[in-house]
């Protein structure tokens, strides 16, 4: 039996041949004009053996839960740092995560969805994904949503860094830690009064002000207070050749992509206390004639509010015992406004609306203990109160109402983690969670990981893992009354066991080198399918998958900010069920990075080239491969305070599709081609 479906060749040697052009550009000799106006040339092959041993290894606080370098963390990590965000001109959470190794983002023109080692179902809004702020879960309580493009409520001018953590995390988190848990720590407050604005606009009359406040208070507190309104009308006109009809305009949406949104932040820290109060809200017009709805019509819209309150206790009482505590109430709504045609038999046009309301409260408490000076435990204890959880469907005019869902559940875990040192060489680390979830029922997470590291900055890791996600509240309660969807309340947790190796090794304070190979094995996965009973769509757990892949990544920075990143992975992924390969799952991602010192201290100049290999869509035909170049020039440093960017994205306007999802009639869907972004900041 043919189990996998072969590897087309000719992209595979464009992808090994674009992966040998960026790697001899890397390893060449590289020349930067220094301040003082003299050439200098860096050849990383005469680097001396003493420099290549003073390095500077980055510390991670996800993988464990406390801060510990990237070589002894139990995972596969990557670190984006404030620099590379400016630098490389990256606009949302959804273009961070695109650049990194392993991960890929497609876009139905309405949210932004992340693939993590070829995985990423159409339509599934990222549940799969742990996304946290400063360590606050930021996934919802209905759909179990992480939000990574512009609907991330998060300015990311205020990120000093995001932590990516590849492979199971429930042990330390959780359900929804499943493929990935991905942490944004937000910027540290100023210790004098400071104030910070930055302003930009680009291609479709896109524009974007920030205005951010902060310093010191009496008493020795500090505050930061920052908001953001973002807005643009979108691409004029889109064409699908799925509606090229003349009742549905000839297949051109018009004037039906605008994107608008406003979020405000703020954070007040008094000793070991730290308040964040964070609230945001987007409105995007869907132009694909998602769910049958009718074509081109702009009354076809989504509003998406997320908001949360955290107070958070961290203290240190000496080197070998920290407490954390934490206090939280959140916030989601969301109001999904769609235009159908009921004719013959019924008004012509009708607005239903899907409408959904979360809230709910939790804390957690967590307690880190250096024993024998051999053992770091991490043990603590979360829970959540769902006190509303929503969901209501609904015709404006007439009225008819659909579907009218009113829950409130709880959940709760609790784990430990012993992070044990038995030579100065070699770290085993174990950990086990559980969970009990009072729609899913119980389970429990289990962790191990050997790090074995023979020398200082070289690391060798055996990981496994094993995650589960609850179904959510959408799959277990949304019912239409027969109309077209049909709740199951028997679903189960999926589940997930991974096997990694990892090989980490550190070549002076300017270059870090990593090759990675898993497997995994996923079951009860949970997908929406037609009942043949009812003829009603409904979720059931019925797919197993498994999948295997490698990547490998070597990323250098130095002292003039030259900097450069290249990545290449290779995932295979198929359906247990019938040996087929997984839909909107790239085989190959090659992606490399480059930041150049044009004039040292003052201009750079950054170009990406992001490499996806074809990907399998739901009607079983190709979405073609495709290269994206994205060039940004960057300046900093010519007047006290001010730094200034522009952007060209998809400089080479490269036409390519995204898989679509089941609702909608395009099975692959058009992206955008080149478009501009001018960026003006000035702190004062």
């Known amino acids: 039996m043919n189990r996998f479906v072969p590897i087309d060749t000719r992209w595979q040697r464009r992808v090994l041949l674009a992966a040998l052009v960026v790697l001899g550009i890397a390893l060449q000799p590289v020349t930067a004009a220094a301040a003082d106006g003299v050439t200098r040339t860096t050849d990383l092959t005469q680097v001396p053996l003493e420099e290549l041993l003073e390095i500077k290894v980055e510390n991670v606080y996800s993988a464990s839960r406390f801060e510990q370098s990237v070589t002894e963390a139990p995972a596969s990590v990557s670190i984006i740092t404030a620099d590379d965000i400016r630098k490389s001109g990256y606009r949302t959470l959804a273009d961070i995560l695109n650049s990194v190794r392993g991960f890929y983002v497609s876009n139905d023109r309405n949210y932004s969805y992340l693939g993590v080692r070829g995985f990423s179902r159409p339509g599934d809004y990222n549940t799969r994904v742990l996304l946290m702020i400063d360590g606050h879960r930021l996934n919802d309580n209905i759909y179990d949503q992480a939000q990574i493009g512009t609907e991330f409520p998060l300015d990311v001018d205020l990120i000093e860094r995001v932590e990516i953590v590849r492979g199971p995390g429930s042990s330390l988190y959780g359900t929804s830690a499943f493929f990935a848990v991905i942490n944004v720590v937000t910027r540290p407050g100023w210790h004098k009064p400071t104030g910070e604005t930055a302003v930009a606009f680009g291609s479709d009359d896109a524009h974007q002000a920030r205005l951010t406040l902060g310093g010191d208070l009496p008493a020795g507190a500090t505050a930061l207070v920052s908001g953001t309104f973002f807005d643009t009308r979108g691409e004029r006109s889109i064409f699908f050749k799925e509606y090229d009809d003349p009742a549905t305009n000839h297949g051109t949406a018009h004037n039906v992509d605008d ?23 987007r409105e995007k017009t869907v132009p694909t004639g998602a769910y049958g709805t009718v074509f081109n019509d702009s009354g076809n819209r989504t509003y998406d509010e997320r908001g949360y309150l955290d107070l958070k206790y961290q203290r240190k009482f000496d ?25 013959p038999g019924g008004p012509s046009r009708v607005v239903n609306k899907d409408k959904v309301s979360g809230r709910w409260w939790g804390g957690e408490l967590q307690l880190t203990k250096t024993l024998l000076a051999s053992h770091i435990l991490t043990m603590g204890g979360e829970w959540r109160d769902n006190l509303r959880q929503d969901q209501r469907n609904f015709d404006e005019q007439p009225p008819a109402t659909y579907l009218d869902d009113n829950r409130r559940s709880y959940a709760l875990g609790l784990f430990l983690q012993d992070s044990w040192k038995i030579l100065a060489s070699l770290n085993l680390t174990l950990g086990v969670r559980y969970d009990y979830n009072q729609t899913a029922g119980s389970a429990t997470s289990p962790r191990a990981a050997l790090v074995y590291s023979p020398w200082e900055k070289t690391a060798f890791k ?20 027969g109309i077209s969807t049909r709740a199951n309340r028997d679903l189960k947790p999926e589940k997930i066991r991974t096997y990694e190796g990892v090989y980490e090794q550190y070549l002076g304070e300017q270059v870090r080198t990593s090759l990675t190979g898993f497997y995994y094995r996923t079951e009860d996965l949970i997908s929406q399918v037609t009942d043949p009973g009812s003829g009603l769509a409904t979720f059931q757990n019925i797919d197993k998958t498994e999948a295997y892949g490698g990547g490998a990544e070597i990323e250098g920075r130095w002292a003039n900010e030259l900097a450069g990143r290249l990545s290449y992975s290779y995932q295979v992924t198929r359906d247990l069920e019938n040996s087929e390969r997984l839909t909107n799952s790239p085989r190959q991602l090659l992606k490399g990075n480059l930041t150049l010192p044009l004039v040292s201290k003052y ?82």
């Open 259 to 281: 994107d608008r949104s406003y979020s405000l932040y703020s954070r007040f820290s008094w000793r070991d206390f730290t308040l964040q109060a964070l609230f945001a809200k």
């Open 319 to 343: 080197p070998t015992l920290e407490i954390l505590g934490r206090l939280t109430y959140d916030s989601y709504n969301y109001d999904g406004r769609y235009v159908y045609d009921y004719s």
């Open 462 to 481: 055996l990981l496994f893992g094993a995650a589960f996600r609850a179904p959510n509240a959408n799959e277990l309660y949304y019912d239409d009354n």
């Open 603 to 684: 201009l750079f100049s950054t170009v990406e080239v992001l490499c996806t290999s074809g990907r399998r869509t739901l009607a079983q035909r190709e979405a073609g491969g495709f290269v994206t170049t994205n060039l940004t020039l960057f300046s900093k440093n010519l007047l006290p305070g001010l730094e200034f960017s522009c952007s060209v994205y998809n400089l080479f306007d490269r036409s390519y599709g995204d898989p679509g999802g089941t609702e909608h009639l395009q099975d692959s869907i058009n992206q955008e081609g080149r478009t501009f972004r001018a960026k003006l900041s000035y702190r004062f």
